[in-house]
């Protein structure tokens, strides 16, 4: 008898659902005929009770079979009538369109989070629960009169929260603006994406950080972009790499994310600041910061941007609340020249008409409000202490088969493993064992890397989940 | 002396900006020298002083300028130094990207109504300000506890609503689905997006109503697709144009408004829904069905909607909040197949990384809760009292010059102007006279249509509005 294949790209209840389809229009089961009971079919296809029940649900939503409670599940009359009836084909259709899909690791990573709730959790790049300003904002939004305009708002972003921002850019990143020159994004992760489908055209060439958080993003290529690589050594990118990429490839703009980087955790060196400006006003050359570690600071002093020390402005500064606060509210900005911000502006209207207003009230609020400052302080106290209990597990499970430099910011820790490794093999090992972390090439670097998102579980499980890894580890060696 | 072009496409202080960055270039004005006070540029220059403001904050935020408060406005001297240093041309990046700008008449009106926020606003295609549940959402974002997760959400939306729409789904448009088979977007706009997007392919060929909302969306021709015209009628589409324009043009997907379609308010027949669908099925062919008005039905009846009765799983729904609440939540959602789900999901993610939880909370709490059903007997009621209002004063003002049908439902009134008139000018002399609404051919009409929205101006300005209207309309003919 047939069974699903779990190697197959396509999941299981997909193949399914798909072969159910097969077997009713080759009249294995005719129009109005009971098919098995979900527990049944389970069994015979050796899956979870609630595969299959994907499987029929989403044979229900093409309208083939029919579920009434107490009668069962049936093959549909009405479209296995006289009249030959297609439904469309939406397999084909979800393989069209031009936006690509994310990388088969990060689905996987996704699915294995949703399968597992249980799972430790050292690969969603965000803070843990707790560590999130969840009281501050309910009170915050708990304030009468609060929601006082609720029609479509300037697609540019809610005014007060643009005002709240002018402030905290110079109060916190040095930075000197407007608000005119500020654009409200669903985080940094929409200012990237409305850089790449409105500055640049396909076939533009654009250099980026290796490994950086940039390669696990399709959508560079879904832009039709061409990607070349500016290696990090421990001082971040070398500036005359960029000179080099601009005189072979005529790149269009660079993307960095000089402070706490993402995955490895490096601050780019003072004086490589001052030469990349250097560069970039020579070439005429955009830089793209993304900056959204910098408040993490275990020491308290963040490093300042680029965007702070820009004479000329070269530099497209992108922040969010993600990683300081909360990724849930979706809250980023850019700082642009007016003409960007506008054009910007103008194409996510008809993309998604703007932010809720209603997480932007929030984030002014907040960002004015007397809770910031010491929830930030609060935040790199846990961080810091996050980062040295997965220190102490790596020593003491990992001795010598890791190495790694300690972040001195950021949530991430990158961690090179020192024997040769088949990073599929070790992420299915460590899923297996109860954990689960980013492998290195995903971030474009080549296999032999994890990235350790140490903000995200708890403090109990940093210890466990590291004893976890580590025998997935040793197992797949 | 140079003087800005007003008839040119680029906006005044842009023009400006650019001016002045070539004469500073040119030596007229050195490194270091005083610029003009922005109070005598602007009358030098014949315009608003906060033009010319815009103008130097756009060159002080490219370094070309620089001000300190006290010693006016100066050349920049780092900038125009000794070593040649140059910001990037961000007028060429704002004019790169596959992505297409909004409509010329549309950044017409949006800056028009930025400048004049007192212009009667017959434009926005919205509700007015008292007629969204602000007092409701006001009461529910107080009630304590309310953000207990914050992170990273399912990019297919908030589980809780998902769970709330599909109860709604059932209780208020006859269609049965699960959680599943539903995705959060922002508005109904980023549903439309995202199938453009995602199951699309540069070249395909798609049917949309004419006219049609649909046609206001350069997205369409930003994801390469081919559009063709589907003429609507008083009882809207011809099932059968569908059958010629797949077997002419291979068309891949039909775009559908049939409940008071924007702009026309026109309901597609009953008849043609079933023909409808027996087409789509008997092609293979996907139906999107996108619904946000039916609950506006101003005697409390809505129309149901195709996919309450789409017997094979032919149509793509889409909901939203926005027409019926406020746009400003900026929720909507989309029932489809969990595979088509998926891969939205999945693009999403890369795109904005998911809908903030705050408003997807808050809007799940309102469906559920019991101030919905009062709101909107409420909306129906007043959207009643501002289309005869409106009716009232077309027939005083402008007894032989208009004609339309009357709306049973929905937020517009679609109007035809019967002597021959020129659409730019009418615009422009209605706002010149205080009043604004959209011109017909934005929806792809021929020309000698406007749009009223008659929901968003307040009663009191709906008659003093079409008198303006009259005024300007009897003075362009
Ligand atoms: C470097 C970097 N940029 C951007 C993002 C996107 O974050 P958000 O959209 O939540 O602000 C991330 C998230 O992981 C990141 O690490
Ligand atoms: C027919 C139609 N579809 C979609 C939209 C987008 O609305 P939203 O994204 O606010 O739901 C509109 C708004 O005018 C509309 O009229």
Redesign the interface.
């Known amino acids: 008898m047939w069974k699903p294949d779990r190697l197959s790209g396509r999941t299981l209840?997909?193949q399914i659902a798909d072969d159910i389809e097969q077997r009713i229009s080759y009249g294995e089961f005719p129009p109005g005929s009971l098919l098995p009971s979900e527990r049944k079919l389970a069994e015979q296809l050796g899956v979870n009770r609630s595969t299959v029940i994907?499987a029929y649900?989403?044979l229900r939503?093409?309208?083939?079979i029919e579920s009434r409670s107490g009668s069962g599940t049936r093959v549909?009359k009405?479209?296995w009538g006289a009249?030959?009836?297609?439904?469309?084909?939406?397999?084909r259709?979800?393989e069209?369109?031009?936006?690509?899909?994310?990388l088969p690791f990060l689905?996987r990573i996704r699915e294995a989070l949703?399968q597992n709730p249980a799972l430790i959790d050292y690969a969603?790049g965000?803070?843990a629960?707790d560590l999130?300003p969840?009281e501050e904002?309910?009170h915050l939004?708990?304030?009468?009169?609060?929601?006082?305009?609720?029609?479509?708002?300037?697609p540019q972003g809610y005014n007060p929260l643009r005002e709240s921002l002018v402030s905290y850019l110079k109060q916190y990143r040095g930075i000197q603006?407007?608000d005119?020159?500020i654009l409200i994004?669903?985080?940094s992760?929409?200012s990237l994406?409305l850089i790449t489908?409105?500055?640049?055209?396909?076939g533009?060439a654009v250099a980026i950080e290796d490994p950086s958080y940039y390669y696990s993003?399709?959508?560079f290529q879904?832009?039709?972009l061409r990607l070349f690589r500016l290696p990090v050594d421990d001082k971040g990118v070398r500036p005359e790499d960029i000179r080099s990429l601009y005189k072979k490839h005529r790149i269009?703009m660079v993307f960095i994310n000089p402070n706490y980087q993402n995955p490895t955790g490096l601050v780019l060196d003072d004086e490589r600041r001052i030469e990349l400006l250097d560069v970039?006003?020579?070439?005429?050359?955009?830089i793209v910061e993304d900056d959204p570690f910098s408040l993490t600071a275990y020491d308290g002093t963040p490093p300042m941007p680029l965007k702070s020390i820009?004479?000329?402005?070269?530099v497209l500064y992108i922040g969010s609340l993600?990683k300081i606060a909360?990724?849930?509210?979706?809250?980023g900005w850019m700082v642009?020249?007016?003409?960007?911000v506008?054009?910007l502006a103008?194409?996510r209207?008809?993309?998604?008409?703007?932010?809720?207003?209603?997480?932007q009230k929030?984030a002014s609020q907040f960002l004015k409000s007397p809770y910031f400052q010491p929830h930030l302080e609060r935040l790199r106290m846990h961080l810091l202490y996050k980062r040295d209990l997965l220190i102490e597990a790596l020593h003491k499970e990992l001795p010598d088969l890791v190495s790694f430099a300690i972040p001195q910011g950021g949530l991430h820790l990158w961690c090179k493993i020192i024997p040769e490794v088949n990073d599929n093999k070790l992420l299915e090992e460590a899923i297996r064992r109860g954990v689960i972390m980013v492998p290195g090439s995903v971030y474009g670097s080549d296999s032999g890397y994890v990235r350790f998102t140490f903000a995200r579980p708890s403090a109990e499980e940093i210890g466990p989940g590291i004893a976890k890894f580590a025998a997935a580890l040793r197992s797949v060696l």
């Open positions: 209840y997909q994907l649900a989403e939503s093409l309208g083939i549909s009405y479209k009249t030959p009836r297609h439904t469309p084909n939406w397999h259709y979800t069209g369109g031009s936006f690509l899909p994310n689905r949703r969603s965000e803070l629960g999130a969840v904002i309910n939004m708990s304030e009468k009169h609060y929601t006082s305009y609720l029609g479509y708002d300037n603006t407007t005119a020159s994004t669903s985080g992760q929409q994406y489908q409105c500055l640049l055209s396909p533009d993003l399709p959508m879904s832009a039709g269009k970039a006003s020579e070439l005429g050359l955009p820009d004479p000329i402005g070269s993600s909360a990724s849930g509210l979706r809250v642009a020249p007016h003409a960007v506008e054009r103008d194409a209207q008809q993309m998604d008409f703007g932010l809720s207003v209603v997480p929030v």
